[in-house]
Every structure is written in C-alpha cells, then in structure tokens.
C-alpha cells in the first residue's frame, strides 16, 4: 500500500509539471511557427494527449476486441467536452479566436459521418480506411493553409522545432504520470471496499481522459484558453477518426446498440452546442459549462441507475 501510495503521489507530480512543461512549448511553438496557438493545440497537442488511446485500441483490435475501441473514442468525446470543457469555464470562461467553430463543426460532421457508418451495425474495415483518409486530409488541409516556418528572429535562441519536441515529450510524461495516477488509485480503492462500478465511473473512465483534463485546466489558468478548447476539439476529431478508423481497419467493429442510441447522440448534442456558442459568441462561458456538466451528470445518471446499459 506504501508503494501505491508513493506511485500515486509521483504520478500526480508527472501530470502537473508535464502540463506545465506542455502548456508553456505549446504557446511558443504557435510563435516559433507563425500560428495561433488554437492550431497548434488542435493538432500536435490533440496527437499527444490521443496517442495512447490509439495505440492502445489497436492493440485491443489486434487481440479481437474492436469494440472496446469504439465505446473508448465516444465515451472520451464527451467526457472532454461534457466534463473536461465544463469544468475549464466554469473555472474561467473561455474565449478563443473567432474561426474555432469552422474545426468544431468538422468535428461534428465526421462524428455524424461515423454515426452514419454505425446504422448498419458494423464499421467495416472499408469505413475505417474512409475515417483514417478524412483525418490525413484534415491534417494536409491544415498544413497548407496555416503550417510556414518564420525565420528566427536575430540572435533568437527559441527553436520552434525544438519546442515542438518538448511538447511532445512533456505530453508522453503527463500521459505516464495519468496511467500511475489511475493504476495506483484503482488499487487503493479496492483495498478499501470501494466498489467496482464506483471505479469504473471515476477513476477509470475519467481516467483515460486525464492527460486532456490536466492539460486543459492548465491552459485555463496559465490564461491561454485557445490551448485548452484547441485540445479538446483536436482530441475528438482524432478519437473519432483515428481511434475508431485504425481499430476497425485492423478487425470489423460490432456496433453495441447503447453506444449507437444513448452515447453518440448525447456526444453530439454537446458537440453541437460547443459549435454553435462559438459560431455565435467565440466564447464557452459558465452558464454553457454547466449545461456539458449537467450532460454529463446525466449520463453518469444513466450508467449507475441501469437505465442504460453500457
């Protein structure tokens, strides 16, 4: 129990100060490449944050269980709005630069898009490869019309690419920091009785979404609110397309029937919302994080009560 307890701690040391580290080369790498700071979020931080669920969906795809995958990208793509987005404004409200809702409605598009593969009760490994090409053109997309490098400035001592790197390494660093705080966790909780389904709900679920949570909360009180929003809509649209494509491509999905009916359409009802307060307000303010929170507590609700199946 010592030895988790000190796991624990370490892992919780790993999450913040990765999230610092993260935070900080994410807001110079915008500079260093001449682009906003939501750019750089919605694709190298979202690719960071995501990399352990797409690895780790593969791997479960590859030992014969694709559905785990898909319950996996859905579920994370609501916690991070519902729960991760809800609880950043309602901390401070979030005000990101005017264009975000155009990214925020691709998301919903290609979420619709995959819903649409989900009618006939399997994803095929054709559906799959359609996601991986939309998500590899999203990213050329990006790369011509904002990715140029600025020539450093004279005697200029930051390297852009280099502050990429650590990015991502300070990523990989919060996402061991979350896998100890959740292992030893886990292991505390049932050496205290704490019930299975009770673990589940928090520790676990939330789990898988604590490098996304750590690094939003970050960026809301460093005040660079286009990191935070940019993670999260980057993060979806990866879950979505990489998560369930790569799964699929390598072994057919099972569609589960609650996961079709009650978790995409509550996925893109607050992803409908996120657009549509951008699109109008360029702004997630408090009155908006309590309706995700309440979405969330909703589905929570659903889960423990057995009024849903999951």
């Known amino acids: 129990m010592i030895v988790e307890i000190i796991l624990f701690a370490v892992g919780l040391v790993l999450l913040i100060k990765g999230s610092d580290y993260f935070v900080e080369a994410a807001s110079r790498v915008a500079k260093g490449f001449g682009v906003s700071e939501f750019i750089i979020a919605l694709v190298l931080a979202s690719i960071a944050t995501t990399l352990p669920e797409v690895t780790v969906s593969a791997i479960s795809s590859y030992q014969g269980n694709p559905d785990i995958a898909l319950g996996n990208a859905i579920g994370s793509a609501l916690a991070n709005i519902a729960l991760i987005l809800g609880v950043s404004a309602l901390i401070m409200p979030l005000s990101v630069e005017r264009t975000a809702w155009k990214n925020a409605l ?94 589940g709900l928090t520790m676990v679920s939330i789990g898988t979404s604590l490098p996304e949570l750590t690094n939003s909360l970050m960026a809301t009180l460093k005040r660079l609110p286009n990191i935070s929003v940019g993670n999260i809509i980057g993060a979806n649209i990866l879950d979505v397309l990489m998560v369930i494509g790569i799964a699929s491509l390598i072994n057919p999905i099972k569609v589960d029937v609650t996961v079709y009916t009650f978790t995409l359409p509550l996925t893109l009802l607050v992803m409908g919302l996120l657009t549509a307060v951008l699109r109008l307000t360029g702004r997630i303010d408090r009155v908006t994080a309590g309706v995700f929170l309440a979405v969330y507590a909703y589905f929570l609700y659903a889960y423990t009560t057995g009024a849903v199946s999951l």
């Open 106 to 199: 691709f998301m919903v598009a290609v979420t619709a898009y995959a819903g649409l593969l989900m009618h006939d009760g399997t994803i095929s490994r054709l559906d799959g490869a359609s996601l991986i090409l939309i998500y590899f053109g999203f990213l050329y997309y990006l790369y011509r019309k904002h990715m140029t490098l600025e020539e450093l400035p004279e005697g200029g001592t930051r390297d852009p690419r280099r502050d990429a790197l650590i990015m991502l390494g300070s990523g990989l660093v919060v996402v061991i920091g979350a896998k100890l705080v959740v292992d030893s966790a886990v292991t505390i909780a049932r050496a205290y009785g704490v019930p299975e389904i009770v673990i």
